[in-house]
């Protein structure tokens, strides 16, 4: 499949941007005085406009409460229709180093090909050795990502709107890194996410499958966080008791893919602005977000593990070669939740070899 529709050709709508451009300058004038004594911010105007666009596309392709009941889901598991996917975004700024992992996880699953999407984006001023198979012409068009800066919100919107343009059969949009690695196999994946879930929103007598996503309010720092941009400065659009912490990885439903980049509170005008002190923005705009939109629609836990045990200048712990072992892979599945956890980080890179050892045995056995 060609992703070629999805670069920004000016034969399109050609007035689109301009009339952007125009309806933007207003507020380039008021949040300035807010931004110029502050480092200057990381987003261009230009990469800020192309945003624009490609969210306003892919807002405005799908509605805005797009319901997913579950008697239309059951349908479309049917054999005669075809069978909605799961869009898998991986968002780098290095070689997919586990490439040959994944590979193995989406040929392994029954009819898989059929069931998934993959989207990339890779920080375009980093080289990067294209993984090939299943990843062959799967880049999105990309910008520059930096670490602790809002760079990275913009890259998940820009993998949500793409995957959400590509395919109207993508109904999970689940991020990924470079350094995450499965834990199950895809058809157990697949069916937790469509299949598992199912039982519990019954009970609670919801109709529509629920987001897997961290939302909380309990960190020390989080009042830390809010201030790192100046006093007030998120005030009006996210006042502090509305302010989330969360994974910045995740599952989403389809229609908060579509609320993250229709964000109809203009939240990302604030969470945009540089932090004066170290913050997170990517652990707090989409929690954040989410909880205002659609707090029951939530599961308001990961489905990816982390282990943040020692945890060094913001990094989690890192696994490396001689902690592998069938019992790691057990132990890190464990969740205090409804769901096992179906991903992991952080893997060091020469993980892969130990990793494709136990890939038939213990991973993708479930
Ligand atoms: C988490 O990391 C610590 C080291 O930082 C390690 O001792 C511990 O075993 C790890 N926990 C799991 C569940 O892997
Ligand atoms: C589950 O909860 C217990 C008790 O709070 C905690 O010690 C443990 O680390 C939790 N396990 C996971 C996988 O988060
Ligand atoms: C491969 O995994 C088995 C256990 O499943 C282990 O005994 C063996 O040492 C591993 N080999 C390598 C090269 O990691």
């Known amino acids: 499949m060609s992703l070629s529709m999805f670069t920004f050709s000016s034969s399109a709508s050609p007035w689109v941007p301009t009339l952007v451009l125009l309806l933007s300058l207003p507020l380039l004038f008021l949040l300035a005085p807010r931004i110029l004594p502050l480092r200057p911010v990381p987003i261009s105007l230009h990469d800020e406009l192309d945003d624009i666009s490609l969210f306003h596309r892919a807002a405005a392709d799908s509605p805005p409460h797009q319901h997913q009941p579950l008697s239309s889901a059951k349908s479309r598991l049917g054999s005669t229709n075809p069978k909605p996917k799961i869009a898998f975004l991986f968002l780098t700024n290095s070689d997919l180093h586990f490439a040959p992992l994944w590979e193995q996880f989406f040929s392994n699953g029954s009819q898989?090909?059929?069931?998934?999407?993959?989207?990339?984006?890779?920080?375009?001023?980093?080289?990067?050795?294209?993984?090939?198979?299943?990843?062959?012409?799967?880049?999105?068009?990309?910008?520059?990502?930096?670490?602790?800066?809002?760079?990275?919100?913009?890259?998940?919107?820009?993998?949500?709107?793409?995957?959400?343009?590509?395919?109207?059969?993508?109904?999970?949009?689940?991020?990924?890194?470079?350094?995450?690695?499965?834990?199950?196999?895809?058809?157990?994946?697949?069916?937790?996410?469509?299949?598992?879930?199912?039982?519990?929103?019954?009970?609670?007598?919801?109709?529509?499958?629920?987001?897997?996503?961290e939302i909380s309010s309990k960190e020390w720092y989080l009042l830390l966080r809010y201030d790192a941009r100046g006093k007030n400065a998120m005030l009006p659009e996210v006042p502090f008791e509305h302010f989330r912490f969360g994974s910045q990885f995740f599952v989403l439903t389809r229609r908060h893919a579509v609320a993250v980049v229709r964000d109809r509170r203009q939240m990302w005008r604030k969470f945009r602005l540089p932090c004066i002190f170290s913050c997170y923005p990517e652990e707090h705009y989409f929690p954040t977000l989410l909880s205002m939109e659609d707090p029951e629609g939530c599961t308001h836990y990961t489905l990816t593990r982390v282990n943040w045990t020692d945890c060094n200048d913001g990094h989690p712990h890192t696994y490396r070669p001689p902690e592998l072992s069938p019992e790691l892979i057990y132990k890190l599945r464990q969740s205090n939740f409804t769901h096992p956890y179906l991903f992991a980080r952080k893997f060091s890179p020469d993980c892969l070899t130990p990793l494709l050892n136990i890939s038939d045995s213990v991973i993708f056995r479930d």
């Not at 299943?134 to 990502?145: E, G, L, M, Q």
């Not at 949009?173 to 929103?201: G, K, M």
């Open 112 to 213: 898989s090909t059929n069931r998934y999407n993959i989207y990339i984006h890779a920080d375009p001023t980093v080289k990067i050795n294209p993984p090939g198979g299943v990843f062959t012409d799967r880049f999105i068009p990309a910008k520059r990502t930096r670490r602790s800066s809002a760079t990275l919100i913009a890259a998940a919107r820009r993998l949500l709107a793409t995957a959400l343009l590509d395919d109207s059969r993508n109904a999970f949009f689940a991020l990924l890194s470079q350094h995450c690695i499965p834990l199950h196999s895809f058809d157990f994946v697949y069916n937790t996410l469509f299949h598992r879930s199912i039982p519990e929103l019954a009970q609670l007598g919801s109709l529509q499958y629920r987001s897997f996503i």
